[in-house]
C-alpha cells in the first residue's frame, strides 16, 4: 500500500468550550495543537479560526493570521483552510481567510445540507458562554448552503486563481457525484483527494457498510485519479478511520472531529490522537507520510507559494 496521508483537524466549528477544557480557542492553544500535531506525524492540519474571547467560530482574517504564520515557522506540514466555516457564515466570510493566506490545499464541502448539532446540547449540563447553548439547539433548523454556483465560485477563486488544491469532503454519495459533475466540466482536475464524511447528522451515517459503499461509488466515478480518505465523528472516529487504513485509504483526526481519545476520556491535545492513529496504521504495516510526500502525492504548489 501506498504512503498514508495523516490529517488533523485542530478546532473546527462544532465543538463548543463547553464540552472540554481542551478545545483549543485562542490563536496560542491552535497553535500549539497544530505544532503538537505535526510532530506527531499529522502530514496535514486542517484550520479553523475562532474567537479568543469567547470560543465562537469566527471567519475574522485576523484571527486566522494570528496563527497561521506561527504554524509555518514552527513546521512543514500541509495548511489546509477551511472554505466551510460554519453554517452561520455566508459564503465571502467563509472565503475571506483562504482568499488572503493563498494555501497549499482548502476543504470543500461537496453539496447543501442539513448539519445537526442539536442533539449534543442534551448532553451539557453547565454551559461556559452565553452563545453555545442557542448555537447547538439552533442548529435543528439551520442548512449549510454550497450549491453548485458557491462550489464553481470557490474552484475558481481558490484553485483556479490561487492554485490551492483541494480535500472534498462528501458527506454523502450524492456529493460523490457532484465531484464528479464539476471533473465533467472541467472545473476540477486529478488526482483527486476526498474525504468521506460520517456521523454528522443530516448526512450519511457511521456504519462500515457505508464506507465500503462509498469508496465503490468512487471507484466506480473515478477510477484510479482519487485518494481517499476518513473522517468520522465522535466515538466512531477510530473505528472508521481504522477501517479506511485497511482499505488502502488515509485518515483525519483531531478534536474537531471528535474530543476523546477512548471511551469517556477526553483528549488533552489533537497530537494525542495522532500518536493512536499513527500507532495503529503501522502495526498494520503502513508506513506514515511526510509533509513533502503528502506534497507530492497531492501535487501541490509548495508551502513556498502561499500567502501565509
Request: with cysteine; aromatic share 6%; hydrophobic share 40%.
Amino acid at each position: 500500500m501506498s504512503k498514508i496521508i495523516i490529517t488533523c483537524a485542530v478546532t473546527g466549528s462544532i465543538h463548543t468550550p463547553s464540552m472540554s477544557p481542551y478545545l483549543p480557542v485562542t490563536a496560542e492553544e491552535i497553535t500549539d495543537n497544530a505544532i503538537g500535531a505535526s510532530a506527531a506525524g499529522a502530514a496535514i492540519l486542517h484550520l479553523h479560526a475562532r474567537d479568543p474571547a469567547d470560543g465562537r467560530p469566527s471567519a475574522d482574517t485576523g484571527h486566522f493570521m494570528a496563527f497561521l504564520p506561527q504554524i509555518k515557522q514552527r513546521c512543514d506540514a500541509v495548511l489546509n483552510i477551511s472554505t466551510g466555516g460554519s453554517a452561520t457564515m455566508s459564503l465571502e466570510d467563509r472565503l475571506a481567510a483562504p482568499k488572503l493566506a493563498e494555501p497549499e490545499m482548502c476543504s470543500l464541502n461537496m453539496g447543501t445540507m442539513n448539519f445537526a448539532l442539536y442533539p449534543a446540547a442534551e448532553r451539557i449540563s453547565e454551559w461556559k458562554y452565553d452563545w453555545e447553548k442557542p448555537f447547538l439547539e439552533g442548529s435543528d433548523d439551520l442548512v449549510f448552503k454550497n450549491t453548485p454556483r458557491d462550489m464553481a465560485h470557490i474552484l475558481d477563486e481558490l484553485g483556479t486563481r490561487r492554485g490551492a488544491r483541494f480535500e472534498f469532503e462528501c458527506y454523502d454519495v450524492s456529493h460523490l457525484y457532484m465531484l464528479r459533475h464539476f471533473v465533467d466540466r472541467g472545473l476540477v482536475r486529478g488526482p483527486l483527494f476526498i474525504q468521506f464524511v460520517f456521523g454528522v447528522l443530516g448526512g450519511i451515517g457511521p456504519d462500515p457498510e457505508n464506507l465500503t459503499h462509498m469508496k465503490l461509488i468512487a471507484d466506480k466515478l473515478f477510477g484510479d485519479d482519487y485518494a481517499f480518505s476518513v473522517l468520522a465523528a465522535g466515538r466512531h472516529q477510530m473505528p472508521l478511520i481504522t477501517m479506511a487504513a485497511i482499505l488502502g485509504g488515509h485518515v483525519r483526526v483531531g478534536l474537531e472531529d471528535s474530543l476523546m481519545i477512548s471511551r469517556g476520556v477526553l483528549a488533552r491535545n489533537n497530537a494525542e490522537q495522532v500518536e493512536k492513529i499513527r500507532r495503529i496504521v503501522e502495526e498494520l504495516g503502513r508506513s506514515v507520510a511526510s509533509p513533502d510526500e503528502a506534497r507530492a502525492m497531492l501535487h501541490l504548489k509548495g508551502g513556498d507559494r502561499t500567502g501565509i
